[in-house]
């Protein structure tokens, strides 16, 4: 039992207790939690080359993203005549033919850019557990040489992802098109009626199992990319290796990955909620100087910035190192070209003690200058202890919202200006009312834009 080697004929791999040709040990009852630790370890190694190629993939995708998100909206804005769009015109928007596409592209190209992301990540991390070392230039080079291959693989996954949720999503907005587009929605908010339960409820479930479904089917999936990067194996054929070499150890897969989502998640809000309660002391110390207030808030809020991105990097390097580990154990072995390690070993050319110290400096540099530049700033502007206060909707607390009572208590408790909404009847009367209908104020379906005046009196 303990000596046994499986070959496969196809692929050229072995494993078994002690593989003389992998030159190192395999067991065939590894479990993934394993491969966490085995991953931990080679952060520990590699962390600054992790760190960089995030850094460089995520300026990356800040610059080319962000332009084409303006560009879309100011073309949608210019196609609607105006410079306001109510949520509905935008969600009118999402639903169409041309919404839907420019999401799937915007989206597609934020998932292809996650994908070299992960690839560059694994190559480094590859190159770490054979105890080698390649920088994170040469790893970016390397997935750019691989776009051929990863971009119809991440192609083939986004579609297949997309055929599996299409009923899902169908069903969904069926449930909600029939039970809770009747009325307006802020009246299924406060009211609640039973619809709104049993339809979100069933709304709820479809999604979960949709997760569920999504998951488990990412856990064979996971093999695919490595297949592509270090076996040169074509996406479809990835793909239908990694499910084959995963098939057996797909619940301890899935463990991994919603353990992986769960302490995340936990340590991003963990984050958040420290960062907050260390803002709020420090505000309450800052005393009445207004501009002590602005800088500790801003302070705050590139903290909590900060704090997320380390976190997110951190989360998607482990994910990268932890899935190459599950890799080389269910599928591998696969290989890196030669030229792109630095050396035989990590620590040949300078390690992780000159790399630490480099980004640690930076990161040191970086806030330092973001708090000097933030000071500068504040510095220079005019502060005035002034505040204005806008009652909204009226003093929708003490009486009905958007009335004139709600006005006249707005006035009467000091507030400096009153916000309320408007709408247009069929006859092209303006009229005060934040809601499509009064189902949440009365109990009547009827439309504002579909009544005259006189309808509505």
Known sequence: RGSTVLVNSRRGHFSGDRSPILGETCRMSDHPIGSAKSGLRDFGKIWGQLFLVSAATRIAITFLVLPVLAWLLRLFMSATGRGALRDEEILDFALSVPGAIAILLVGGFWIGAAFAEQAALMTVGFAAADGRRVGWFAALRFVASKWHAILPLCSQLLARSLLIAAPFGLVSWLVFSRFLSAHDINYYLQQRPPEFYWAGGLILLLLGTLASILVHKVAGWLLSLPA???????PAAAIKDSQAASRGHRKEIVGWLIAWLLAGTIASLA??????????????????????IAFTIGSVGVLTLVVNALISILAAALFALVAVRVYRRYSGPGALPEHLADGDGIATRAGGRIQKKWIVGAGVAVILLAVAATWIILSRVKMEDEV??????????????NTLAAVRDAV???????EIDVQETADGEVVVFHDGDFMKTAGEPMKIWEAKRTDLE
Not at 271 to 292: C, E, H
Not at 388 to 401: D, K, M, Q, V, Y
Not at 412 to 418: C, I, L, P, R, T
């Open 271 to 292: 984050a958040t909620w420290l960062i907050g309660s260390l803002g709020r002391a420090s505000i309450s110390l800052a005393g009445d100087s207004m501009r002590m």
């Open 412 to 418: 009467a408790a000091g507030a400096d200006f009153v």
């Open 388 to 401: 204005l206060i806008i009652a909204h909707r009226g003093s929708a607390a003490t009486a009905p919202e």
């Open 228 to 234: 592509v990067l270090f076996e040169d194996l074509r």
